[in-house]
């Protein structure tokens, strides 16, 4: 059975903190892919990264990095110096190869930024 | 701008009134889908189409209905709603290369549900 984890339901935390999600999967395939989402408050979802289980290399976007670890089967999203307009909830997911590529979703977390 | 449009945006209804809710994406991509998102149940895809005329159920397509006509439309049918299809719809288009190879679904703005 294919799963994505986001034990942590909703963190707080000051501007210019550095703040890190986790995303734990469970999946049988030997290739796979990764998606991160992200939903501001005004409730669109939002593309914000796609890794496939070829690549572990750590990538970076601005104030923005990821951390994938097969052998911990983890994909962390790590926010550098936070803002108040990263306040959203985030979410980690997977592809299913059953249904068509439909995304198995995490339950989310809510990162909420104070000034 | 390439982008995926859903209409309407808000939409109070009541019982047995059917709707539409359309969806059009103009990015010529051939995959899309229709995900319903609830509070404590996530995101829940109920439809998707792999391509125009290839339609197939997800997770929860019980009073749904779908069609892919053409490529950039996929709009949801409810003929007879009833308040626990109360809920937050987001349609969806990606582009398909292989059939290993997932990018990115893209997805529209979203369209609130209230059924009465």
């Known amino acids: 059975a294919q799963k994505v984890t986001q034990a942590q339901t909703e963190i707080s935390v000051v501007e210019k903190e550095d703040v890190t999600l986790d995303c734990v999967y469970e999946?049988?395939?030997?290739?796979?892919?990764l998606f991160w989402y992200k939903q501001p408050p005004s409730g669109e979802l939002v593309f914000l990264i796609r890794?496939?289980?070829?690549?572990?290399q750590n990538e970076i976007s601005g104030r923005y990095s990821w951390n994938f670890q097969k052998s911990t089967s983890s994909f962390n999203f790590t926010i550098t110096a936070s803002q108040v307009v990263d306040s959203a909830v985030y979410f980690c997911?997977?592809?299913?190869?059953?249904?068509?590529?439909?995304?198995?979703f995490g339950q989310g977390t809510e990162l909420s930024v104070k000034p | 701008e390439a982008q995926v449009t859903q209409n309407p945006r808000y939409l109070i209804t009541v019982t047995g009134k059917k709707l539409t809710v359309t969806c059009s994406q103009n990015?010529?991509?051939?995959?899309m889908s229709w995900y319903r998102q609830d509070p404590g149940l996530g995101l829940r895809q109920i439809y998707y189409?792999?391509?125009?005329?290839?339609?197939d159920k997800g997770d929860v397509p019980e009073g749904y209905k779908v069609s892919r006509k053409e490529k950039r439309n996929f709009p949801l049918i409810l003929e007879s709603p009833s308040p626990n299809q109360t809920s937050l719809y987001f349609c969806?288009?990606?582009?398909?290369?292989?059939?290993?190879?997932?990018?990115?679904?893209?997805f529209g703005p979203g369209t609130r549900l209230t059924v009465l």
């Open positions: 997911a997977l592809p299913s190869y059953n249904q068509g590529g439909k995304l198995i």
């Open positions: 990015m010529n991509h051939e995959y």
């Open positions: 969806a288009s990606s582009p398909r290369t292989s059939s290993r190879t997932y990018n990115e679904q893209f």
């Open positions: 999946t049988r395939d030997t290739t796979y892919y």
């Open positions: 890794r496939n289980s070829f690549d572990e």
């Open positions: 189409s792999m391509n125009v005329e290839v339609t």
